[in-house]
């Protein structure tokens, strides 16, 4: 997924979740409606948030591998 989606489906699941939080949405919910709406929140999206997100998202790499790299 490339990051301008990223960020519009995150802008999505943001607005639903602060619109719809006092009606009990669920996480799933906003889920669903980010995949659903997010290009409608293009216009909000940011490539540089969708960087970082993926960034954020990716797993992250042990402690013992990047000691033993710099050990070398």
């Avoid at 519009?8 to 995949?35: L, Q, S």
């Avoid at 490539?47 to 790499?61: E, H, S």
Wanted: glycine fraction near 6%; include cysteine.
């Amino acid at each position: 997924m490339d990051a301008i989606t990223l960020s519009a489906k995150f802008a999505a699941y943001t607005w639903f979740t602060e619109c719809v939080r006092g009606n009990g949405a669920f996480p799933d919910e906003a889920a669903h409606f980010a995949n659903e709406n997010w290009e409608q929140f293009l216009t909000h999206a940011d490539k540089g948030w969708g960087r970082l997100l993926a960034r954020l998202a990716r797993p992250a790499r042990s402690r013992a591998r990047r000691q033993s790299a710099v050990a070398c």
